[in-house]
């Protein structure tokens, strides 16, 4: 699609793409500020306040405005990633392609098959029967993978965002899908 915009017009490919950064944008802040703000906080409590914290954050956080950003993203990237493929070199869909593959693997894959399945044992773990010992314990198997997990998804977070800028920022060829505007 043509990516020229005359009179305030935006193609639809333009629209997902800029609701692509936006998603993108506001998941990788997320877990940024996670990592800036409530892992060094709930590093200073004791074991049975980080334990319960970790579990009503880890329920509160399963809601329509989360999901909207985390897998709103997974979808959006690949679809931006087809809307910008063409003949010829294209920078843009290269990009895309880039970001999709960062974000899918790198934050979403991560969260998935690493942080989700830490969260689910620690959401089973009794802390009300729990003994001093276990809770050290319990909180030892949980914070240092989790936080780990944690910085991996954040990276890959931000760098498909910038990878998402830079395709912003790239010509895009022309592709054989007829063009919609919207104004």
Known sequence: MTTVKTNNMFTISQ??????????????????????????????VSDSTYLEA??????A????VFFLSFIGTALLLPLSTWLYYGPGPNARFWLLLLASVV???????????????LND??????LSSASAQELAAQRARFEGPWNNLNIIRTIAGVA??????LACLSPAAETSRPAVVYR
């Not at 692509?20 to 990592?35: C, H």
């Not at 956080?61 to 329509?64: A, G, R, T, V």
């Not at 974000?103 to 399945?117: D, R």
């Open 15 to 44: 629209i997902v793409l800029i609701v692509t950064a936006t998603a993108t944008a506001l998941i990788s802040g997320l877990f940024y500020a996670w990592s800036c703000s409530v892992v060094p906080g709930l590093a200073r």
């Open 54 to 59: 970790m579990q009503q954050i880890n329920r």
């Open 61 to 64: 956080i399963l809601n329509p």
């Open 103 to 117: 974000y899918l693997a790198g934050t979403f894959g991560v969260t998935m098959f690493g942080n989700v399945p």
């Open 121 to 126: 044992a620690l959401d089973a773990f009794n």
């Open 160 to 165: 498909a965002l910038v990878l998402i800028i």
